[in-house]
């Protein structure tokens, strides 16, 4: 079965430097990933996507996330933090079952970006 | 244009009353998604439903939750009766053609 793994509860990075979230997928097709936000008392907002193409997918907010098929990863990056990027992140794969529109969430990353 | 809309956004009732949560998905979506986000169990998706059909209803706690999509603008989650332990913030999420999911504001449940 499909699944998807955040194996960071949270991370912690100084304003201005570079950032990393990451995420590990598994399906027996070819995936679909999404990442998502949510700040505080919102819902969930959509970052960006990897269907198919270049490995290296921009997002909202000036992230990126980068397709590695060989390490069956999905990190999402960003060059230079800001404080207003601190946030739950969450990492999601397409289900492969009969119901092509749900997806499968990981935990969530909590990004704390300090000033 | 007006994304995923819930009512109420807050709501807070004491043990053993009904609680209806509403959505209204993005207008010509038909894929229709409730979720439950607690601290304890993360995100989970309760009921999920395609052209007002549900589809799969595995994730729905127990028989106390009900929801139904009368028309393809509208649908509502029921707990009856309601426990302390449903308290939770419930997201409706809504898609038109493929997996990329747009989410509500959400409503914040509290049960006393």
């Known amino acids: 079965a499909q699944s998807v793994a955040q194996p960071e509860d949270q991370v912690n990075v100084a304003e201005g430097n570079p950032l990393t979230v990451k995420c590990t997928y598994s399906?027996?097709?070819?995936?679909?990933l999404f990442w998502y936000v949510q700040y505080p008392n919102r819902g969930l907002q959509f970052l960006l996507k990897?269907?198919?193409?270049?490995?290296l997918v921009k997002g909202s907010y000036g992230f990126e996330a980068e397709f590695n098929k060989s390490q069956t990863s999905f990190h999402l990056k960003k060059p230079s933090a800001l404080v207003s990027d601190s946030a739950l992140y969450f990492c999601?794969?397409?289900?492969?079952?009969?119901?092509?529109?749900?997806?499968?969430f990981g935990t969530g990353t909590l990004l704390a970006v300090q000033p | 244009d007006a994304g995923v809309i819930q009512s109420p956004r807050h709501e807070v009732t004491e043990m053993g009353q009904e609680v209806t949560l509403r959505c209204k998905p993005i207008?010509?979506?038909?894929?229709l998604f409730w979720y439950r986000q607690t601290m304890m169990r993360g995100l989970e998706l309760l009921i999920y439903?395609?052209?007002?059909?549900?589809?799969?209803d595995s994730g729905m706690p127990e028989d106390r939750f009900s929801a139904k999509m009368p028309n393809a603008s509208f649908s509502t989650l029921k707990i009856q009766p309601s426990e302390p332990r449903d308290s939770a913030v419930y997201f409706c999420?809504?898609?038109?053609?493929?997996?990329?999911?747009?989410f509500g504001p959400g409503t914040r449940l509290t049960v006393l």
């Open positions: 999420a809504s898609t038109l053609e493929g997996p990329l999911q747009y």
């Open positions: 399906v027996s097709g070819n995936p679909y």
């Open positions: 990897y269907i198919t193409g270049d490995n």
């Open positions: 999601a794969v397409r289900d492969e079952g009969g119901a092509t529109n749900k997806l499968i």
């Open positions: 207008s010509g979506h038909n894929s």
């Open positions: 439903f395609n052209n007002n059909v549900p589809i799969d």
